[in-house]
């Protein structure tokens, strides 16, 4: 039997700990190990990004990571995108909205994606969106409608973000 | 008559959002790499490195050493239960294990099966196999040659001939032809594509000692099919089988046929008593399963020189593969093809198509091709183009003036199809004055003395989907019907469940529509499975685009079953006469007194609480769809390209779809179609090939030399509609999944061969890379 | 798939004891990392095995070596070498023409132009993996080959490589081939 490591990761804020062998690729240890089954798999050669979720705030593609390279980081993977009260994130609201997904496969590589797209660039261009979700691959949508989808979501945070600030400065 | 309903019920025509979706943006989908049985192992296939050679002897002694290692299973031991063979969709059968020889690069060798994954392939990588190389058969030009490798020992037949079939009327084209004005002919090849769903396939086989049963959790468009076929080859009685095909991430065709991988993992269950599991990589996905196109045709076009169009020959020769895999309808070996004569009349046509093997991976009939008629527009609408560059006529008006004008349907074909309706000229129209094609076409000549590369391509599609009529269509036997049972509970919410199975098309919400346009219970209230083998009612599955018009139909028959009974229902409750009552969208109301009105929520809690005495409680129905036809989707399609000197690369400036699918359930769900569709066209006509080198081995195997077009290639889409309803169906709908695929790449392609025909260029083979591309520049002295 | 590649280096001995050297196919092996002749069939004919590790992944072949044309005049030799993966994943095929030039300096030319062809997983990462494996390979080749060539060489069953195989490090067949895609087909063939 292969000798295993016990790693800590937090994963969509909890603490998770498991005791892994080294080869044990992250995307596994997400679907298989945390039975986080929302990250898919698409490919053998880390090209679909299916696989996508968010490790210490950048996007890595979790089938060409090691999950011993994740000890003591944070991941978020799409179950974790909607509050703990099961309200949807406005990039999912986005998604349902703008009609893109058709077999939701590579949906959540593309939420991820997105989800950190609009963290560093709040209001991106349909270039920069296409540029933005260029590392996942999607066979059903033609990708129109997920660009869309991301727009409309932007707006909504936009407008979210501007209420927040106006109750802000009307508290001040 | 088709009632407009209110956005609170959605019934036809409204954009109702998703019902699936919520379950898919949360990461909830359940497809078959989710599912996780308790005791649950795993399978890995052990695969040819060779396309052609003599299996010596296979040593299983170090792989089965492994700690945590329950079996290797080889072609030999499968042949002592008779399962070392299985029959395929077309009447051929097809190794599940090898046994004496290998024949494609890639075929299943042997099956691990270990407690997880990472064991079986490190156990699989310990499987020896001792090889002789044969000489190998990849040129399909080759197959039929007095000297070609034999690749199928197993037949009777000693060559590699496979069908010859053909339709129409040879001597009178011939004749034809020999009187023509004009001919003009093409050599067009479809090369060997895959539709790569990002979904791999594979299943969990779940056999259980405590009840005798089998369940297995299956990537699989045709669950029923797929049942009834485990049933036949497995000897497992049929009641026994379920099959659940649950979330499916995609198909496109490629989950239509019964792979090898699925046989092991079943016969794996059935011997060692757990859940074996089997998904396959991506690598096995392009490989293995089934492939798409790989179609050598020849068209040619007999004509006056006014460019009415006479005569219409086709001669294919079509590359299988090891096996003949395909999924085709019994007497149709080469699928639909003969719709080859597309949005035009042909005084005579003739078709014919020979089959043969290679030493290649098996399948042919996938990638949303329609029963091979994404191979039959793509040839029409190329040859057409080269009538046109030979008339020196412009490719638009060439086929107005040789579209079956709209009062000649139902129309009879020359190869005896009976189109259904058709408004070739209406689509072609709206399509013309949306791109502004006068505008282009003086732009192109402006950049011509310029010196710069523009073209604009017209694709006008006409395709035939809704498989099918029993008196012509069966696969192994089994008629094309398709299903739908629909039950409405006391509190006037409803389920319906259906023998197709959806993989993205959004079944659980256009579904949902047509019952709530025929029963005015909104779609919201209206819950619709599919792919349970224990609960749904028998189906042929999704693929083809049949789902609307067969168990779309069939749901709009059984709701309206449903509808004549409420009504008497409602008769009762309103103490009139049926005769006296009316029918709006969810309620009867009495003629001339529509305050006296039941509701179909009314109605349903009555059908348990209050029905009249002899009648039979509860408010359901079945019905099973034979469709009376096919239908014929069709449209126009505009490409317009500009084209880098000096790179080679083709940019796609403008992309226009105009199509044409009869009434429309959702437009939302059918726009995303045909922008996926669109994007799938792309792809094949300028990225994509799975071709094999001289020594049968595989080229574009992975993702790395297999392209998908990301967001960034893929350029903005534009869609537009006619609508001419399908006279035959229940609500005049034709399907329309593969109009994108079947309609794009000639589209595509004309473009590309128009901004290039001015320097003598006639046809470029797809797929059309930036190298091909460049090439020719240089060979015409345009390159920058 | 069918690949061809051309090598052409100098040694600083005399052109002599360099084709006594080159024509011997067990002295040559014993320069080929991970080779090692077997057995001798007869004259022109010896059985021989190769090990090829790149990063984790290793390949097994055995096969047969056989001189098919040898031309002490001009100093010119043709051999075909034909292996078999061992666990059943593939062959490979070597034909490869080495052809000596006396220098000025009384050193020697070295002009190799091998023909390799493969068949089976290997192939599908086509000719940027082969390639570039074959250009790392054939560097160690001359450095062992020049090593030996000052050594007294008497001793032909010796390997100088053989069991403990140093593999190939997979990251560096990665820098050469994203290199390559720079610097253009200069050396290698296509």
Redesign the interface.
């Given at each position: 039997m292969a000798k295993k490591q016990l790693i800590t990761v937090k994963v969509n804020g909890r603490e998770r700990e498991a005791a892994v062998e080294a080869r044990l690729l992250l995307v596994h240890f997400i679907r298989e190990s945390l039975q986080l089954t929302g990250t898919h798999i698409g490919c053998d050669t880390s090209h679909c990004g299916a696989c996508t979720v968010v490790l210490n705030g950048k996007t890595v593609k979790s089938c060409t990571m090691f999950a011993v390279q994740a000890d003591g980081g944070e991941i978020l993977t799409v179950e974790g995108l909607a509050s703990s009260a099961g309200q949807l994130h406005a990039l999912q609201e986005g998604f349902k909205q703008e009609h893109g997904l058709q077999c939701g496969f590579c949906t959540p590589g593309m939420l991820m994606s997105s989800y950190a797209l609009l963290h560093s660039n709040p209001n991106p261009s349909e270039e920069e969106i296409r540029w933005g979700i260029s590392g996942n691959l999607c066979r059903c949508t033609g990708y129109q409608n997920i660009v869309s989808a991301v727009q409309h979501a932007a707006a909504k945070m936009a407008k979210a973000g501007s209420e927040a600030n106006l109750a802000e400065g009307v508290a001040k | 008559m088709i009632y407009k309903t209110s956005p609170e019920i959605g019934g036809m025509g409204h954009s109702v959002k998703r019902k699936e979706d919520l379950r898919f943006i949360q990461g909830k989908g359940n497809y078959v790499d989710d599912v996780n049985l308790p005791g649950m192992v795993y399978g890995q296939v052990v695969r040819s490195?060779?396309?052609h050679a003599r299996i010596n002897s296979i040593n299983t002694e170090k792989a089965k050493a492994v700690p945590g290692v329950l079996a290797v299973i080889t072609g030999e031991d499968l042949a002592k239960a008779n399962l070392a063979w299985m029959p395929t969709l077309s009447y051929d059968k097809q190794m599940v294990l090898a046994t004496g020889k290998v024949l494609f690069?890639s075929q299943e060798v042997a099956f691990v099966v270990a407690e997880d994954r990472y064991i079986a392939a490190d156990a699989a990588?310990?499987?020896?196999?001792?090889?002789e190389?044969l000489p190998v058969l990849v040129d399909p030009n080759k197959a039929l040659d007095s000297g070609a490798p034999l690749v199928r020992e197993d037949r009777e037949q000693k060559n590699n001939h496979i069908f010859h079939w053909e339709v129409g009327n040879r001597e009178a084209t011939e004749q034809v032809f020999q009187s023509a004005e004009v001919r003009a002919s093409v050599k067009a090849f479809f090369p060997r594509c895959h539709p790569a769903p990002l979904e791999t396939c594979g299943c969990v086989a779940d056999f259980s000692r405590a009840t005798g049963r089998l369940t297995v959790y299956l990537t699989s468009q045709a669950p029923h099919a797929h049942r009834t076929v485990l049933a036949l080859v497995g000897g497992i009685p049929e009641n026994n089988i379920r099959v659940i095909s649950p979330d499916i991430g995609g198909g496109f065709g490629n989950k239509v046929p019964v792979y090898p991988g699925y046989v092991c993992a079943v016969v794996a269950s059935l011997t060692l008593g757990v859940p074996v599991k089997w998904i396959e990589t991506r690598?096995e996905n392009l490989?293995s399963t089934g492939f798409a196109r790989d179609y050598h045709m020849m068209a040619e076009i007999a004509s006056d020189r006014d460019g009415r169009m006479k005569a219409l020959r086709v001669k294919t020769l079509a590359d299988h593969g090891a096996f003949n895999a395909t999924a085709q309808p019994t007497k149709f070996p080469a699928g639909l093809f003969s719709i080859c004569t597309g949005s035009y009349e042909y005084a005579q046509a003739f078709c014919e198509v020979d089959g043969v093997y290679t030493n290649k991976a098996p399948g042919g009939v996938a990638y949303r091709c329609s029963f091979r008629v994404t191979e039959a527009a793509y040839l029409i609408e190329r040859v057409v183009d080269v009538l046109a560059l030979e008339l020196k006529m412009d490719p638009a008006e060439l086929r107005l003036k040789n579209f079956i004008p709209e009062d000649k349907f139902p129309y009879k074909s020359s190869l005896g199809w009976t189109y259904d309706s058709g408004n070739y000229e209406g689509a072609m129209k709206l399509a013309l004055d949306r791109i502004g094609y006068q505008e282009l076409r003086k732009e192109q000549a402006e950049k011509r003395k310029k010196g710069e590369l523009m073209g604009i391509g017209i694709s006008s599609f006409t395709e035939i989907v809704g498989a099918g009529p029993s008196h012509d269509f069966d696969i192994l036997g089994i008629k094309m019907f398709d299903s739908c049972e629909i039950r409405v509970h006391p509190t006037g919410k409803a389920m319906a469940r259906m023998g197709t199975k959806s993989q993205g098309q959004g079944h659980e919400t256009t579904y949902a529509q047509i019952v709530a346009q025929e029963l005015g219970i909104p779609a919201g209230d209206v819950t619709i499975e599919e792919g349970d083998t224990d609960t749904a009612p028998y189906g042929l599955g999704t693929y083809a685009s049949r789902s609307t018009p067969t168990s779309g139909a069939a749901t709009a028959v059984a709701a309206r079953k449903i509808r004549d009974k409420a009504k008497k229902i409602a008769a009762y409750l309103l103490e009139c006469n049926e005769n006296d009552l009316e029918w709006e969208p969810g309620k009867f109301f009495v003629k001339g007194a529509p305050s006296k009105s039941k509701t179909i929520q009314d109605i349903a809690f009555a059908a348990y609480t209050n029905f009249p005495p002899g009648m039979e409680p509860g408010l359901e129905a079945v019905d099973y769809y034979d469709p009376p036809n096919l239908t014929f989707p069709f449209g126009t399609y505009i490409c317009v390209v500009d084209i880098d000197q000096g790179t080679g690369e083709v940019k796609v400036r403008r992309f226009l779809a105009v199509d044409d699918c009869g009434n429309i359930i959702n437009p939302m769900i059918v726009e995303g179609q045909i922008h996926g569709g669109l994007t799938e066209g792309l792809a094949i006509a300028f990225m994509q090939q799975i071709d094999y080198?001289?020594?049968?081995?595989?080229?574009g195997?992975?993702f790395m030399?297999y392209l998908l077009p990301t967001a960034v290639e893929t350029p903005h889409w534009e869609t537009d509609k006619t609508c001419t309803p399908c006279p035959h169906h229940p609500f005049g709908a034709k399907g329309v999944g593969e109009s994108p695929n079947v309609g794009s790449p000639a589209a595509f392609v004309n473009a590309v061969v128009d901004a290039l025909s001015h320097l003598g260029v006639k046809h470029i083979d797809m797929p059309i890379t930036p190298w091909k591309v460049w090439k020719v520049l240089q060979e015409k002295g345009v390159a920058a | 798939?069918?690949l061809k590649i051309e090598k052409t280096f100098e040694v600083p001995e005399p052109v002599e004891k360099v084709w006594a050297f080159l024509s011997d196919p067990r002295m040559v092996a014993t320069c080929v990392p991970g080779a090692q002749i077997t057995a001798q069939v007869d004259e022109k004919t010896y059985k021989g095995a190769i090990k090829v590790k790149v990063g984790p992944s290793i390949t097994d072949y055995t096969g047969e070596v056989q001189i098919v044309r040898l031309d002490t005049e001009n100093h010119e030799i043709e051999i075909l070498g034909k292996g078999?993966?061992?666990?059943?994943?593939?062959?490979a095929s070597m034909k490869m023409t080495g052809t000596l030039r006396a220098l000025d300096n009384s050193g020697t030319e070295v002009r190799s132009v091998s023909e390799i062809?493969?068949?089976?997983?290997l192939?599908?990462m086509?000719s940027r993996v082969i390639t570039e494996v074959s250009n790392i390979m054939f560097g160690e080749f001359t450095k062992n080959f020049q090593a030996r060539l000052k050594e007294p060489s008497d001793d032909p069953a010796a390997p100088a490589t053989g069991a403990d195989v140093k593999p190939i490090k997979a990251t560096a067949v990665a820098w050469q081939a994203t290199k390559g895609l720079f610097r253009g087909k200069s050396e290698s063939g296509s």
């Open positions: - | 490195p060779y396309a690069q990588e310990l499987v020896e196999v001792d090889y190389e690598s490989q080198d001289e020594s049968g081995n595989v080229q195997g992975s030399d | 798939m069918a078999q993966d061992v666990r059943g994943r593939g062959s062809g493969v068949v089976g997983i192939a599908q086509g």
